[in-house]
């Protein structure tokens, strides 16, 4: 199995809270994403990372923030947690952009109440 | 959009064979992945097409056809554990990047 960890594997938080996700591989991929999995929306894309510091929006980022400041670690921000956030979050990492399978951690289920 | 199709459920019998279709949008289209996720568990790694035809590997098999926006997974000899969510997600060379399906949940049943 591809060494990611995700953290925390559950939380419980209540609505303008901030909340933080960590992501962390030990893989020294390049390629690092974070989705969100929701019952007939399937996965879809939050945020990417194709280097340090380097980061874009995917296609459902409104109200999410990320940050990598070293290879291997990767984090998710919710500013201000909202119910509609309440999911289950995948990291994923990638040794190429596109030609390389997605390896994905065991996901965070977040809660907000 | 990127829109990618896959039947949402379907059930089938232990030993049997079945076919998963997905389709996609062909503009941009990179190659074409296929994840099994077992509930409550992580998208597991299945397969990659990127050239049209037929990639076997035991009793999976993924097929392409770049020209139809068409895949299909074939499952052989299925058994129990082989009751999971199915994904489709196909890579495009700009944009996100990876456009995942909704996924198909199959059953198998004694």
């Known amino acids: 199995d591809a060494g990611i960890t995700q953290s925390p594997r559950h939380k419980v938080t209540e609505t303008g809270t901030p909340v933080t996700l960590r992501c962390h591989q030990t893989?020294?991929?390049?390629?690092m994403y974070w989705y969100r999995q929701d019952p007939g929306h399937g996965l879809r894309l939050i945020h990417y990372?194709?280097?340090?510091?380097?980061?874009d929006k995917g296609e459902v980022s409104d109200g999410y923030s990320v940050s990598r400041s070293k290879t291997e670690d990767f984090l998710l921000t919710l500013e201000s947690a909202t119910s509609s956030q309440t999911s289950v979050y995948f990291c994923?990492?990638?040794?190429?952009?596109?030609?390389?399978?997605?390896?994905f951690g065991n996901g965070t289920r977040l809660t907000v109440t | 959009g990127q829109n990618i199709d896959q039947p949402t459920e379907m059930t089938a019998t232990e030993g049997a064979i079945v076919q998963i279709n997905c389709t996609y949008q062909t503009s941009g289209f990179n190659g074409l992945f296929w994840y099994q996720q077992h509930a409550g568990e992580a998208p597991t790694f299945l397969s990659y097409?990127?050239?049209?035809g037929l990639e076997e590997k035991g009793r999976f098999s993924s097929f392409l056809s770049r020209s139809k926006g068409y895949s299909y997974l074939l499952l052989k000899e299925l058994q129990m554990k082989d009751s999971a969510s199915y994904l489709c997600?196909?890579?495009?060379?700009?944009?996100?990047?990876?456009?995942f399906g909704p996924g198909t949940r199959l059953s198998v049943l004694p």
């Open positions: 994923a990492i990638s040794e190429t952009e596109g030609a390389s399978p997605l390896h």
């Open positions: 997600a196909a890579a495009y060379n700009y944009g996100q990047n990876f456009v």
């Open positions: 990372s194709y280097g340090v510091k380097d980061t």
């Open positions: 097409n990127v050239l049209d």
């Open positions: 893989e020294n991929h390049r390629y």
